[in-house]
């Protein structure tokens, strides 16, 4: 199984940014997914997931009514749009995929987002 993100970069603040994370797994649309954002020296913090079917999500206090997490089941793909980052929003973002079938989780290799000031 791989994740592939794309869509991460430089951005000013009060800018957007818009996240995808590209999945090669068949049972795509029955497992819950994430997005994860980690900084030097801290711990890989939740920034907002999404279940299987796209009907429940649910976000960091940090980033709620900035952040939209969605995915496109056809497409194997889950997004993150991002409007009015933050400087503090700067970090490697991650995707995270919940395998129901094999009971363990798939990690993407992260994206840079960065927001100047």
């Known amino acids: 199984v791989q994740l592939v993100e794309s869509g991460g970069g430089l951005v000013q603040a009060g800018g957007s940014l818009r996240l995808s994370c590209a999945a090669s797994i068949s049972t795509f649309s029955i497992n819950t997914m994430g997005w994860y954002r980690q900084t030097p020296g801290k711990q890989r913090e939740l920034v907002a997931k999404?279940?299987?079917?796209?009907?429940?999500?649910d976000y960091a206090d940090s980033v709620k009514g900035r952040f939209t997490i969605s995915r496109d089941n056809s497409k194997n793909t889950m997004y993150l749009q991002m409007d009015n980052l933050e400087p503090e929003d700067t970090a490697v973002y991650y995707c995270?995929?919940?395998?129901?079938?094999?009971?363990?989780?798939?990690w993407g290799q992260g994206t840079q987002v960065t927001v100047s000031s």
């Open positions: 999404i279940s299987s079917g796209g009907g429940r999500t």
């Open positions: 995270k995929l919940d395998d129901a079938v094999a009971g363990h989780a798939y």
